[in-house]
């Protein structure tokens, strides 16, 4: 199944498919806390680190990733979702496990989360 555009509202449907995606594949892994989980911003994938923007860089260094591992047309309808689980904070290697990075694309039946990078 092909990405399609993402199209208007694109980043309030991978915010939506992030918490549904958080909810019922994460919060059942063996290890995280998810309540309490943020979404903290979502934009779509860009080609390259957008060094104006210390914030984008802060939060999406990973961003690039969907064009180099799937090329030009994946990357361009690519949404990176940015979530944040606070209680995993206190944990041991915490700051590894506290924040994961979603790559979404709408495909025809909807937003899907087809890899993560935490």
């Known amino acids: 199944m092909a990405a399609v555009t993402p199209g208007p509202g694109a980043a309030e449907s991978a915010a939506a498919a992030a918490r549904t995606f958080v909810t019922t594949k994460v919060g059942r892994s063996p290890g995280y806390d998810v309540a309490g989980y943020l979404v903290t911003s979502d934009a779509p994938a860009l080609p390259e680190i957008a060094r104006t923007t210390p914030d984008y860089v802060q939060r999406f260094k990973v961003s690039m990733l969907a064009y180099s591992w799937c090329g030009t047309t994946i990357g361009k309808r ?13 944990a041991r290697d915490g700051a590894a496990v506290s924040v994961m990075d979603l790559f979404e694309s709408r495909m ?4 899907t989360v087809w890899d993560n990078y935490s």
């Open 78 to 90: 690519t949404y990176v979702v940015h979530v944040v689980f606070p209680k995993m904070l206190a």
């Open 108 to 111: 025809p039946s909807g937003w």
